[in-house]
């Protein structure tokens, strides 16, 4: 019976060790604004570029936004969700000479937030 609890305290001081270790690599992967940074040129200046031929320049997108959608929760509502499902419904951009968006290119709805906040906050774009 001695022998059991002693197993039994060993196997919980393990496990909470390992849950320990599994919260500080949630921790430390966190994106940071830099990898947001990084994420956003990799992932949409492809496409958006600053010559505007394949799709509208990042800059006046984020123009029409912000005026549709002053208040920052609803910028970041509207453009994320377009990005994680486009549809030409949900389009606001006035010019409709372009193809509308590609549909499933982005699955992760926590980093295509954090890039709407990205440009929300970042007048370089
Ligand atoms: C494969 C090319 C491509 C990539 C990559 C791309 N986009 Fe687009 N995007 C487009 C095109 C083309 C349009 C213009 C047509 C439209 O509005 O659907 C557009 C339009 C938009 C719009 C405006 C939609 C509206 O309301 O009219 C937003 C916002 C947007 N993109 C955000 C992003 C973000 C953020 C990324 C990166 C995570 C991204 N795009 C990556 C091609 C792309």
């Given at each position: 019976m001695f022998s059991f609890v002693i197993l039994l305290l060993t196997v919980l001081v393990l496990m909470s060790f390992s849950t320990n270790t599994h919260k500080q690599t949630r921790v430390y992967t966190k994106p940071t604004q830099v990898s947001i940074k990084a994420?956003?040129?990799?992932?949409?200046?492809?496409?958006?570029?600053?010559?505007?031929?394949?799709?509208?320049?990042?800059?006046?997108?984020k123009k029409v936004y912000k005026q549709k959608f002053p208040a920052s929760e609803d910028f970041i509502e509207?453009?994320?969700?377009?990005?994680?499902?486009?549809?030409?419904?949900k389009r606001i951009?006035?010019?409709?000479?372009?193809?509308?968006?590609?549909?499933?290119m982005f699955h992760?709805?926590?980093?295509?937030?954090?890039v709407a906040l990205y440009i929300y906050n970042n007048s370089n774009l």
């Amino acid at each position: 019976m001695f022998s059991f609890v002693i197993l039994l305290l060993t196997v919980l001081v393990l496990m909470s060790f390992s849950t320990n270790t599994h919260k500080q690599t949630r921790v430390y992967t966190k994106p940071t604004q830099v990898s947001i940074k990084a994420y956003y040129v990799k992932q949409c200046t492809f496409c958006h570029r600053t010559n505007g031929k394949v799709a509208p320049q990042m800059q006046k997108i984020k123009k029409v936004y912000k005026q549709k959608f002053p208040a920052s929760e609803d910028f970041i509502e509207a453009l994320s969700g377009f990005v994680i499902k486009p549809s030409p419904q949900k389009r606001i951009f006035p010019d409709k000479s372009y193809e509308t968006m590609p549909e499933n290119m982005f699955h992760n709805d926590q980093k295509i937030k954090a890039v709407a906040l990205y440009i929300y906050n970042n007048s370089n774009l």
